[in-house]
Structure formats: C-alpha cells, structure tokens
C-alpha cells in the first residue's frame, strides 16, 4: 500500500511539474514574440481566427534536452525555430536554384496524367514541375563563401535559446546552432548529410565553424559570444537563412483521421498540381525523419493530441514554407544522435507515421533499396561528411551503435517500400 501511494505522489509531481513547464514555456513565447514583433503563428491563413496557440509543444521541447540538463534549464526552452521573421536590411528571398520554370509552369492545375506511376511512385510529370531546390552545386558553393565571410551581428533567433541568428559582412544571413551538447549540432549537421546522400534537396545549406579565440570570422562578435558564455573552440553550424517563409499545416491524408496516403486514394485524383507537389515533398521529408528518428516534427504532433486534439489544425514543428510553395526543412537538431538516444520514447509514432505512405519519389527509393542492398549506409555518409565538412574530425562522428541503428531504420524503411509495392502494383 505504502509502495502505491508513493507511486501515486510521485505521478501527481511529474504532472504538477509538466504544468509549470507548459504555462511558463507559452507565456515566454508570447513575450518573446511581442518583444520581437513577430506574427502570431497562422497569422493570414485559414485559421486565423483561433485563439493564440498556447500549446507550445512544452513536452516535445522537454523531452529534446538530456534529462541531466533539464533543471538547468527551467522554463526557458524555445520550442518554435523563428527563421519566418520579416525581413530586415540584407535578407534575401528564398529562390530555385537553377532556372525558376517549375515554380512558373504549376501556378494552374493543370495534369498531365496520372500522380502516381508503377503502383507505388509519384509520377515522371510530377517530378519534371519540382524546382531543383538547395542543389549540389549551390550547396558547395554557400559553403564555400560562407566559411570565408566574417560574422558581423548576433541577434536572438533561430529556434532554442542558445541559438542565434548572425549577419555576414556582405549583409546575408545564417543560423548559428550553438546546442545544449555536442548531441545537437551534429544531428543538424549528419541529417543535412543525410538528406544530401538521398537526393532530398529541402535541407538549407549548412557549415560547421570553431569558436576559436582568434578566429577571424568570429573577431567582430567576439563580445557577444562572451556575453553568451559560449564555450571557447566550440564547433557550432551555420545554416542559410530564409526569408519569406510562412508555417505549413500537416495534409488532410497525413492527419490521424486519416486512412493515410495512400495511390489508391480517390482524392489524389483531384488534387492541384501544386497540392500534389507538397505531398510529395512530404514523402521526402517522412522518410528522412524517420530514417533520422527526428520526433521534433510531425511524430511531436501525434505525441501532443494526447492534450492537444487540434494540433494538426496548426503549424507544423520545423516546417516552413516558400511563396513558390516548396517545403524547407529545417531545425534537424533531434535527428540521428539524440532521436536515436530516445528511440524507444517515440517508436511507435515513427511507426505510425511511415505506416501511413505509400506513395514514394522514385529517385529517393531508389537510393533507399541502393543503401539497403549494399548495407554502407555508414561508410557512404562518412565519406560524403568528411569530404565536404572540414571539421568533421572535430564534431565526431556516429557511434557504431547509431550507425547499426541508421542501417536497421534503412532496412525497415526498404520492406516497408517493397510492402507498398507488393499491395499496390497492380493497380
């Protein structure tokens, strides 16, 4: 009997504790966003006339620290990323790289047959109208101008507190991720890569820099870094910077109620082009946070109707938009390291949210079943890492037991796909 009271004293704790948390993490992100004049979440949008969102996905933001760290921290987690700010003197519209002919000729809703080809694959057409997005090409040359640009201006922005929003000498901008560890960065850092060995192009260019005391890129800031008492030789990444972005809400096939996505949904048929090109960048953006374990996104949303029944109404965690309409994929900091750390936490929702698609891109299925049949996943992402990151060595790398993890997450995802196959090629 004594053994159950104390369980039960001990629960109502935890739940009194997980109030404060919650009604403090809200009110200071209603007053950060006033002292910073940023809109309201969903401001214009269809649901503009619903009350402030005051579920500020307190959990998903408290589960996302180490537990060791959390007393340190209070209520002062940042959950929302903030790279939608209004434009300031040298920010720049987000653009397709290359030519601009995807984003010009979906404008209408115009088909060209069907979505989805050999059962299970978003269409040829389809394909042809997606703009290239963050390509190879002007990914390495950002990098390449962004470790040589000296750091001007540091400002609050950017998702977690510790993070910040710097300003280059020729007025561009970045987000620099300084994280709670080590575990942060380079979950930013190895999804990037990630997304890069898989050909998903949503993912904004990133670099890694140290914090050294005499590095020049940092000698005009130097200050406020210590002012921000971040640690000396830290390694932390810079990301381009955005404007225009607004917030995204989850897709009617992608909600709970839903029977998923699905080929042999009537209503793919009837969808805009431009509706049928979000889903598919969707497709992307659930393999790749389900290959990462990354929770701090649509598996958040699922974990927070427990409280929060009208969460898929609202924005969704670290998914932006461009005014073309391609989805940016961004603040990745749970993926990989700390998403596998707590995998057992989120699984079932990993689960449930690869379980609800069948619909896939060719080119990233393919790499998938390319990953999968010759099981170097780990050696693939290594080798792409340190090729094009210069302090890889410095950051680390994923142990052997995440590498295994990433792997097995491969092979699941690969059957998963041949499952898809198997129930819907002869349609």
């Known amino acids: 009997m004594r053994a159950v009271s104390a369980n039960l004293f001990a629960l109502l704790i935890l739940c009194a504790l997980a109030s404060v948390f919650y009604v403090w993490s809200a009110l200071e992100e209603r007053l950060e966003r006033h002292k910073r004049r940023f809109p309201n979440p969903g401001a214009g949008s269809f649901h503009q006339g619903l009350p402030v969102d005051l579920s500020a996905k307190t959990f998903r933001a408290l589960l996302a620290v180490p537990a060791a760290q959390r007393p340190h921290l209070g209520g002062r987690l940042e959950a929302r990323n903030l790279t939608d700010r209004p434009d300031s003197a040298g920010s720049r519209d987000y653009h397709v790289n290359g030519d601009n002919k995807g984003s010009t000729r979906r404008a209408g809703s115009v088909k060209l047959g069907s979505p989805v080809e050999n059962g299970i694959f978003w269409s040829g057409w389809l394909e042809d109208f997606l703009p290239a997005g963050f390509t190879e090409g002007y990914a390495r040359a950002w990098r390449e101008r962004a470790r040589t640009y000296r750091v001007v201006k540091l400002e609050p922005g950017c998702g977690r507190i510790s993070n910040r929003l710097a300003t280059f000498a020729d007025g561009t901008k970045a987000c620099v991720r300084y994280g709670i560890n080590a575990d942060q960065v380079q979950g930013e850092t190895l999804t990037y890569y990630l997304a890069s060995l898989l050909g998903i192009t949503n993912v904004p260019p990133l670099i890694l820099s140290q914090l050294n005391s005499d590095s020049e890129q940092w000698a005009a800031v130097r200050t406020q870094i210590d002012g921000l008492h971040w640690s000396d030789r830290a390694v932390v990444s810079l990301t381009e910077w955005i404007s225009n972005l607004t917030g995204v809400?989850?897709?009617?096939?992608?909600?709970?109620?839903?029977?998923?996505?699905?080929?042999?949904?009537?209503?793919?048929?009837?969808?805009?082009?431009?509706?049928?090109?979000?889903?598919?960048?969707?497709?992307?953006?659930?393999?790749?946070?389900?290959?990462?374990?990354?929770?701090?996104?649509?598996?958040?949303?699922?974990?927070?109707l427990q409280w929060?029944?009208?969460?898929?109404?609202?924005?969704?965690?670290?998914?932006?938009?461009?005014?073309?309409?391609?989805?940016?994929?961004?603040?990745?900091?749970?993926?990989?390291?700390?998403?596998?750390?707590?995998?057992?936490?989120?699984?079932?929702?990993?689960?449930?949210?690869?379980?609800?698609?069948?619909?896939?891109?060719?080119?990233?299925?393919?790499?998938?079943?390319?990953?999968?049949?010759?099981?170097?996943?780990?050696?693939?992402?290594?080798?792409?890492?340190?090729?094009?990151?210069?302090?890889?060595?410095?950051?680390?790398?994923?142990?052997?037991?995440?590498?295994?993890?990433?792997?097995?997450?491969?092979?699941?995802l690969y059957k998963h796909i041949i499952h898809c196959r198997g129930k819907y090629s002869q349609l």
């Open 308 to 412: 929060d029944s009208r969460v898929m109404e609202r924005d969704t965690n670290n998914l932006l938009r461009t005014a073309q309409g391609d989805l940016i994929f961004i603040d990745n900091e749970a993926g990989l390291v700390h998403g596998f750390r707590v995998l057992n936490m989120w699984e079932k929702y990993h689960n449930t949210v690869l379980s609800s698609v069948c619909v896939f891109r060719k080119r990233t299925a393919q790499r998938v079943a390319e990953l999968h049949r010759r099981r170097d996943s780990r050696q693939k992402l290594l080798e792409l890492y340190r090729d094009s990151e210069p302090l890889s060595q410095e950051l680390g790398f994923l142990s052997d037991e995440h590498a295994g993890i990433l792997q097995d997450r491969i092979d699941r």
């Open 249 to 304: 809400v989850t897709p009617a096939p992608l909600r709970q109620e839903s029977a998923g996505l699905h080929p042999v949904l009537e209503e793919l048929w009837n969808k805009t082009t431009p509706q049928l090109l979000e889903l598919m960048q969707w497709t992307d953006l659930v393999v790749l946070d389900y290959l990462t374990a990354n929770f701090d996104r649509l598996v958040s949303n699922l974990f927070s």
